[in-house]
């Protein structure tokens, strides 16, 4: 997750001043007009799923603890996670949290029952779950450096491993009979923050741990393909038609990735995306639909551009999440095999649409693919934490409808699990398709001072349980970049809407 969500006082100031040039007047906060309810229309053509992100669990939220956590095998970690907190438990993890400068907090054991039981309550026949990236908290090195100083490099990583098992064996003893597929994040490493090698052992065990929430038969293709680089193609199990998933490790395609030993490389990216050419180009070919799922997604970071003052009207650059357009490229490359591209990264509930060059006019949408961004089970950004039960037609692969839950609480104690909004019922759209995010996209871009309700449901929607309306000082550029992943067409559109 990028880490200027944290500074909410700073970066609110900031972008309420750039945009009293924009914004004639911030509208006041409205109730969304949201459906409560189950999808209703296509129930015999459709079949339920779960998407999920950024659970970033923290085994040391009691670091009280955190021996016997290392002790014991990740098969013994529910009883030791669910037994009486340690008598220091809050002191130490206040000490804990300002050691290493946490600005939030992560997800605690009775945070991931909470949301694992709303997802069993709510989605009871889920067919399948994806798991877009960061199973494991923040911070990470530094909390286990902090609490076990005399650790070894083996030891962490071992600890890693076992915190990826406990998440994955979570979701798996909830869901015993659907397929899991899982993701990485920059989180989720064995050295450090978007730190990885390819070809790792850390790679090679995280794969073996993953792939046991696939169907047996896919399960050792998962595991010698992930051990490569943490990616994967397998077939999606039925009910779902001739449908491939590509699990993606965009880490290798950040700015900030290193690898293990902290050197730069373009090594491992180049060849996952060869890689991905290759699964792109069989799925094509076969007549066979496509998913993605990854973490970080492609295009512009219109927050993170806006709060570091960069004047995209003045040839200043926006920040961009990932360091090429490589990935971008392929899936419009391809764009007639991918039905839906899934990725998370940000906490926030958004969706996108990714076009030819960033922004091609053409109404084709063959040349198109949507992208859904789930928003997260960790509240560190002072978010709730959500899910997302999906509808999902089998045949053609397409996300027909999806409904977000939202926890009444950030820690998951005494909380209930409400529908936050239905994406239908809520947009008018009649699936989530490209021509559907296009125009929708439109209208918001149409829109500039968010004055219609149909800006207010989203911006009321993008930030789980929070009422900041954190997007309405800089929404035009924050709309430019729904449909724009090109700094060029995204500074098109910025200061198009200016004039």
């Not at 920059?186 to 070809?199: E, K, R, T, V, W």
């Amino acid at each position: 997750m990028r880490q200027l969500f944290g500074q909410k006082a700073h970066v609110s100031l900031v972008l309420l001043i750039l945009a009293a040039g924009t914004l004639a007047h911030r509208i006041d906060a409205q109730p969304a007009s949201a459906k409560r309810g189950s999808h209703a229309g296509a129930a015999n053509e459709t079949i339920p799923a779960l998407m999920v992100s950024d659970i970033h669990f923290d085994p040391f939220h009691d670091p009280g603890k955190i021996q016997q956590l290392v002790d014991a095998p990740a098969s013994h970690w529910n009883a030791l996670l669910a037994a009486p907190p340690s008598p220091n438990q809050k002191q130490a993890f206040d000490a804990l949290q300002q050691q290493c400068k946490l600005r939030g907090v992560d997800t605690s054991y009775d945070l991931l029952q909470s949301s694992l039981q709303a997802m069993r309550a709510r989605q009871p026949d889920a067919k399948f779950m994806t798991v877009s990236g960061d199973l494991m908290a923040h911070a990470f090195s530094c909390r286990f450096k902090a609490l076990l100083p005399q650790s070894t490099q083996s030891d962490y990583q071992l600890f890693t491993l076992k915190t990826l098992s406990f998440v994955v064996s979570s979701l798996h003893l909830t869901f015993p009979h659907i397929p899991i597929y899982v993701a990485l994040g920059n989180n989720d490493s064995g050295c450090g923050d978007y730190q990885l090698d390819a070809g790792s052992d850390f790679l090679t065990q995280a794969g073996k741990i993953l792939a046991d929430a696939l169907p047996p038969p896919q399960q050792q293709d998962a595991i010698r393909q992930f051990a490569e680089g943490g990616y994967y193609s397998i077939a999606m199990a039925a009910p779902m038609k001739d449908t491939r998933i590509l699990v993606v490790n965009d880490v290798f395609l950040s700015p900030k990735y290193k690898t293990c030993g902290g050197l730069p490389d373009v090594t491992a990216a180049d060849t996952e995306m060869k890689w991905l050419k290759e699964q792109l180009a069989s799925a094509q070919q076969a007549g066979q639909k496509a998913w993605m799922l990854g973490h970080i997604p492609p295009g512009i970071d219109a927050y993170s551009t806006v709060a570091k003052l960069k004047n995209v009207c003045a040839q200043a650059k926006p920040v961009m999440f990932l360091s090429s357009s490589k990935m971008d490229d392929l899936m419009t490359e391809y764009a007639g095999a991918i039905r839906l591209g899934i990725f998370a990264h940000t906490h926030m509930d958004e969706l996108r649409l990714l076009q030819p060059k960033g922004g091609d006019p053409s109404p084709n949408a063959d040349q198109s693919v949507v992208l859904k961004l789930a928003s997260s089970i960790s509240p560190i950004d002072g978010n709730n934490p959500s899910f997302t039960a999906s509808r999902i037609n089998p045949s053609t692969a397409t996300l027909e409808d999806y409904q977000v839950f939202v926890a009444s609480n950030q820690t998951g104690v005494d909380a209930t699990w409400p529908g936050e909004y239905d994406y239908a019922h809520t947009y008018h759209e009649p699936q989530f398709s490209p021509a559907t995010i296009k125009d929708l996209i439109g209208k918001f871009q149409a829109d500039r001072e968010a004055k219609q309700q149909i800006s207010e449901n989203y911006i009321h929607n993008y930030f789980p349980g929070d009422r900041s309306r954190e997007l309405t000082p800089f929404w035009p550029q924050y709309a430019c970049s729904l449909a724009n992943s090109t700094a060029e067409s995204y500074a098109a559109c910025v200061c198009s809407a200016k004039q």
